[in-house]
């Protein structure tokens, strides 16, 4: 049982992290930390949309994972690249109430010592409300700089204008969210927003760059300095992409370009050698990729505290 002390009444006692929940790695001269917004509850059928059931539901006892829902990680991270700071991502906020979990960003920023005004950068690697939604909480936006620069594809914000979910295999609720989600933060930051085309280094080391696939527009972002690396590769792939980078998760928008992308960048990854850390990857969520066989393997880094 844990006590703490001096603690108000039970009924107006604000939730307690067990662990703080952020994890700080150095890339170079690069500071990057590691953000959880929390967990977003989901079926499993979304996992592996293309796989034969029997397959999926193997993977997930192996993986000691309940065969109808699972919790998907959902993590942002800060980068600090000589006096620029940069927000990689932005969580939930509040868009959909069916993730009651997530949407923690805005104060484990500030629990971190990171306030809001600080930032003067924000990339979105795309505008699903799980990576835009923070920057839509009451207060988030008045708190910004009003100079804060937002970087983001010219092809991802092209895409929002009349999306395509025709290939996406989403819980029912989903995609009416998505849309007035991506739609509401072009109309509040539109003013702040620097659009790139295929690649845009936004700070010294800092660099975004077009991949397409889960969205045409989503990108990823690359740390690097001093001779390391650390990709940020947003929503490109997810746990069990490892063991089966050919199955379809049913948030993409384009499966088979998914498929293309995630395992050009796991190639990559494993002959650069460098850090990963993904959106929907476990927590911290910093590790290598190996090629294993005609798949993959994830190899998380040894926790440094």
Same mark, same amino acid.
Do not use: C
């Given at each position: 049982m844990f006590i703490v002390e001096n603690a108000p009444p039970a009924a107006v006692q604000a939730p307690i992290d067990l662990v703080p929940s952020r994890y700080a790695v150095q890339v170079g001269d690069i500071e990057a930390l590691v953000v959880s917004d929390g967990v977003l509850p989901l079926p499993?059928?979304?996992?592996?949309?293309?796989?034969?059931?029997?397959?999926?539901?193997?993977?997930? #006892? &192996?993986?000691?994972?309940?065969? /109808?829902?699972?919790?998907?990680?959902?993590? !942002?991270? *800060?980068?600090?690249? =000589?006096?620029?700071?940069?927000?990689?991502?932005?969580?939930?906020?509040?868009?959909?109430?069916?993730?009651?979990?997530?949407?923690?960003?805005?104060?484990?920023?500030?629990?971190?010592g990171i306030p809001l005004e600080s930032v003067t950068d924000v990339i979105i690697t795309h505008m699903h409300m799980d990576h835009v939604g923070g920057l839509l909480v009451d207060g988030v936006r008045e708190?910004?700089?009003?100079?804060?620069?937002?970087?983001?594809?010219?092809?991802?914000?092209?895409?929002w204008t009349s999306p395509d979910f025709t290939q996406t295999?989403?819980?029912?609720?989903?995609?009416?969210?998505?849309?007035?989600?991506?739609?509401?933060?072009?109309?509040?930051?539109? #003013? &702040?927003?620097?659009?790139?085309? /295929?690649?845009?280094?936004?700070?010294?080391? !800092?660099? *975004?760059?077009?991949? =397409?696939?889960?969205?045409?527009?989503?990108?990823?972002?690359?740390?690097?300095?001093?001779?390391?690396?650390?990709?940020?590769?947003?929503?490109?792939?997810?746990?069990?992409?490892?063991?089966?980078?050919?199955?379809?998760?049913?948030?993409?928008?384009?499966?088979e370009e998914s498929e293309r992308v995630r395992v050009g960048l796991f190639r990559e990854l494993a002959e650069n050698r460098g850090l990963l850390v993904a959106a929907h990857l476990p927590f911290p969520s910093v590790g290598r990729v190996a090629v294993e066989g005609d798949a993959f393997r994830w190899v998380p880094v040894i926790w440094d505290y």
């Open positions: 499993t059928s979304t996992m592996a949309t293309n796989a034969d059931p029997a397959d999926l539901a193997n993977w997930l #006892d &192996r993986m000691y994972m309940p065969p /109808d829902a699972f919790d998907w990680p959902l993590n !942002v991270m *800060v980068a600090k690249s =000589g006096a620029q700071t940069i927000l990689i991502d932005a969580g939930l906020g509040g868009q959909f109430p069916g993730f009651p979990r997530a949407g923690q960003f805005p104060q484990r920023l500030q629990a971190a708190r910004l700089s009003p100079n804060v620069r937002i970087h983001v594809s010219a092809t991802e914000v092209a895409f295999v989403m819980p029912k609720p989903v995609p009416n969210v998505l849309r007035s989600t991506a739609k509401r933060f072009y109309e509040i930051y539109r #003013d &702040r927003l620097h659009i790139f085309e /295929d690649r845009h280094e936004v700070a010294p080391g !800092v660099i *975004v760059r077009l991949t =397409g696939g889960h969205t045409p527009g989503h990108s990823v972002v690359d740390l690097v300095s001093g001779g390391e690396r650390l990709t940020f590769a947003g929503d490109a792939m997810f746990p069990v992409a490892f063991d089966h980078p050919e199955w379809h998760n049913g948030f993409e928008h384009d499966p």
